[in-house]
């Protein structure tokens, strides 16, 4: 139905900023949105979401500190990462969560997701 795509990834050096985005092809404003990352032999990892209209955030173990998730407009929703580590190397995904799921940080609480953009920091 929604079809995403993410943009922005690339090389950064240890300590630096990247943003990533999600532009979705109709309005998920009213929906949870998400992103996870994967990095080569690692599970997926939850990274941040936003609830439907942006009031809350939530973050993965250790990501508080340093990333932000925040929605740009009705079809946009963005990934601020700063200080970043070699260890953050890895493909970012953003997903839409499922119907009715105001706030969604597992894997099974997100039915649409993105083909990915591949962040890669160097140290």
């Known amino acids: 139905q929604v079809h995403l795509e993410e943009s922005g990834g690339g090389l950064v050096q240890a300590g630096g900023s990247l943003r990533v985005s999600c532009t979705a092809s109709r309005s998920i404003s009213s929906y949870a949105m998400g992103w996870f990352r994967q990095a080569p032999g690692k599970e997926r990892q939850f990274v941040a979401s936003v609830t439907w209209g942006g009031g809350r955030t939530d973050y993965g173990e250790g990501m508080r500190s340093r990333f932000t998730i925040f929605r740009d407009n009705d079809n946009t929703v963005s990934l601020q990462m700063d200080n970043l580590k070699p260890e953050d190397t890895a493909v970012y995904y953003c997903?839409?969560?499922?119907?009715?799921?105001?706030?969604?940080?597992?894997?099974?609480?997100?039915?649409?997701w993105g083909q990915g953009t591949q962040v890669t920091v160097s140290s």
């Open positions: 997903a839409q969560g499922k119907p009715r799921y105001y706030i969604a940080t597992r894997d099974d609480e997100f039915d649409y």
